[in-house]
């Protein structure tokens, strides 16, 4: 099931996605036109990551003291502020910039956007229950993979079009139209948490007020004890943390890298093999919406399964030389990534009770950027001291690590102990 909260979710999400990638690659294009320095445009991705990383360590108290509905509604409000007064800044001054100013407005930005995330995650199993909720995710994960695919594109061709001031325009109105549409969505679980406040503050009011003087520093582990304690959920984190060590070869700077040193072609290829991988991708979001019903059954095993078959694409994408083939295979890898990725999140979203979830994407989300970063570093290393096709087969190693982990934890998977969420099905919206 599938209430209609849930699509005004996706809707706002799709548009701000949308919004970021023009409004990204608008700044990284003028700072790089008015600095030519390839250093100074790098600070724009590193301004973005640490104040999310910053953003998702705080997280679990701003979700833990407010509804997700409003968090949501004031970190887009917040961005669509600070971009506002970005724009304005760049067309007022449109000589000598301020590159600072414009890096600790994307910091901001960045830093309300890490609460977004999280949130998100947590409001779709609200939103969506049974087989509504792999659908639901499946639904996610292909217009994000639509927006990355086709947005960078269009974007080009926008700022090419237009200039980057013109485009970032653009941008702004996309953040209102999102602010817009996150008005009209409406948690099932707000009706009873009022409930609940108002019951425990008229019945006992000295025992609320000591709720509320909890310690932050309480709050800040609670996520992390649920993700410690919760064998479900640890088991999961242990899967994709080594699976990220090789998965983040895939990033966009390796692929060049392969793309040059092992095909020996230029960087238009590097253009066609992401939009390869990103139609495989898609169309692995698409399987998972059609085939839902069979694949809510023994989804650990799907998901592991779906590992498996990227570990012997991998292989055979590291050993190969020919263009076409590698252009194939990056697409078909597409598939089995999107497929776990998916079936991953739902099990993560049915793992733990509804009112602790919040907290416990935001630790998430926080394992993952530290995750990716730090793997990020280590295949740097390990590509210029060993090289591309090394670096694959290394993915495909840890991956198969990740795999055999999977299946050591398979029993904790079983259908009935995953987590239902009663309270987002009995109301109505």
């Given at each position: 099931?599938i209430?209609?909260?849930?699509?005004?979710?996706?809707?706002?999400?799709?548009?701000?996605n949308?919004?970021?990638?023009?409004?990204?690659?608008?700044v990284v294009?003028?700072?790089?036109?008015?600095?030519?320095?390839l250093?100074?445009?790098?600070?724009?991705?590193?301004?973005?990551?640490?104040?999310?990383?910053?953003?998702?360590?705080?997280?679990?108290?701003?979700?833990?003291?407010?509804?997700?509905?409003?968090?949501?509604?004031?970190?887009?409000?917040?961005?669509?502020?600070?971009?506002?007064?970005?724009l304005?800044?760049?067309?007022?001054?449109?000589?000598?910039r301020?590159?600072?100013?414009?890096?600790?407005m994307?910091?901001?930005?960045?830093?309300?956007?890490?609460?977004?995330?999280?949130?998100?995650?947590?409001?779709?199993?609200?939103?969506?229950?049974?087989?509504g909720?792999?659908?639901?995710?499946?639904?996610?994960?292909?217009?994000?993979?639509?927006?990355?695919?086709?947005?960078?594109?269009?974007?080009?061709?926008?700022?090419?079009?237009?200039?980057?001031?013109?485009?970032?325009?653009i941008?702004?109105c996309?953040?209102?139209?999102?602010?817009?549409v996150?008005?009209?969505?409406?948690?099932?679980?707000d009706?009873?948490?009022?409930?609940?406040?108002?019951?425990?503050?008229?019945s006992?009011?000295e025992?609320?007020a000591?709720?509320?003087?909890?310690?932050?520093?309480?709050?800040l582990?609670e996520?992390?004890q649920?993700?410690?304690?919760?064998?479900?959920?640890?088991?999961?984190?242990?899967?994709?943390?080594?699976?990220?060590?090789?998965?983040?070869?895939?990033?966009?700077?390796?692929i060049?890298?392969?793309?040059?040193?092992?095909?020996?072609?230029?960087?238009?290829?590097?253009?066609?093999?992401?939009?390869?991988?990103?139609?495989?991708?898609?169309l692995?979001?698409?399987?998972v919406?059609?085939?839902?019903?069979?694949?809510?059954?023994?989804?650990?095993?799907?998901?592991?399964?779906?590992?498996?078959?990227?570990?012997?694409?991998?292989?055979v994408?590291?050993l190969?030389?020919?263009?076409?083939a590698?252009l194939?295979?990056?697409?078909?890898?597409?598939?089995?990534?999107?497929?776990a990725?998916?079936?991953?999140?739902t099990?993560?979203?049915?793992?733990?009770?509804?009112?602790?979830?919040?907290?416990?994407?935001?630790?998430?989300?926080?394992?993952?950027?530290?995750?990716?970063?730090?793997?990020?570093?280590?295949?740097?290393?390990?590509?210029?001291?060993?090289g591309m096709?090394?670096?694959?087969?290394?993915?495909?190693?840890?991956?198969?690590?990740?795999?055999l982990?999977?299946?050591?934890?398979?029993?904790?998977?079983?259908?009935?102990?995953?987590?239902?969420?009663?309270?987002?099905?009995k109301?109505?919206?």
């Amino acid at each position: 099931m599938i209430k209609r909260s849930f699509y005004y979710l996706w809707g706002s999400q799709t548009i701000s996605n949308v919004a970021d990638i023009i409004y990204m690659l608008s700044v990284v294009v003028l700072v790089f036109s008015s600095s030519n320095s390839l250093m100074t445009t790098i600070l724009i991705p590193l301004f973005r990551l640490s104040a999310q990383v910053l953003s998702g360590l705080v997280a679990p108290i701003v979700l833990g003291r407010f509804r997700l509905t409003r968090i949501l509604l004031f970190s887009q409000f917040g961005q669509f502020v600070i971009f506002t007064l970005l724009l304005l800044y760049l067309w007022t001054v449109p000589e000598q910039r301020s590159f600072l100013f414009i890096f600790v407005m994307v910091f901001g930005m960045s830093f309300l956007d890490g609460w977004t995330n999280p949130s998100r995650n947590a409001l779709v199993p609200r939103l969506a229950t049974g087989e509504g909720l792999m659908q639901a995710n499946g639904m996610v994960a292909v217009s994000d993979q639509v927006v990355k695919c086709a947005g960078w594109a269009l974007s080009g061709l926008i700022v090419a079009w237009l200039g980057s001031l013109n485009t970032l325009l653009i941008a702004s109105c996309c953040y209102l139209i999102a602010v817009t549409v996150t008005t009209f969505i409406r948690d099932p679980l707000d009706a009873k948490q009022i409930s609940s406040e108002s019951s425990q503050s008229s019945s006992d009011p000295e025992e609320a007020a000591n709720e509320e003087k909890r310690s932050h520093w309480k709050e800040l582990g609670e996520g992390w004890q649920i993700i410690w304690h919760n064998r479900r959920i640890r088991s999961l984190m242990i899967v994709d943390s080594v699976d990220t060590i090789g998965g983040t070869s895939w990033l966009g700077v390796f692929i060049l890298a392969y793309v040059t040193q092992v095909l020996h072609r230029d960087a238009s290829w590097w253009g066609f093999m992401n939009a390869s991988f990103f139609s495989g991708s898609i169309l692995g979001g698409l399987i998972v919406v059609g085939l839902v019903k069979r694949l809510q059954k023994n989804s650990f095993l799907y998901m592991l399964g779906a590992l498996l078959v990227y570990v012997l694409i991998t292989i055979v994408f590291a050993l190969n030389t020919i263009p076409v083939a590698a252009l194939v295979l990056f697409a078909v890898s597409g598939l089995p990534v999107q497929m776990a990725g998916i079936i991953r999140r739902t099990l993560l979203q049915t793992s733990a009770p509804a009112d602790q979830l919040p907290k416990v994407m935001a630790g998430i989300d926080v394992l993952t950027n530290l995750a990716f970063g730090l793997s990020l570093l280590f295949l740097g290393w390990y590509a210029d001291r060993f090289g591309m096709v090394q670096v694959y087969l290394l993915a495909a190693v840890m991956t198969t690590i990740a795999v055999l982990i999977g299946w050591w934890y398979r029993r904790d998977f079983r259908e009935s102990e995953s987590v239902d969420h009663p309270t987002a099905t009995k109301i109505g919206i």
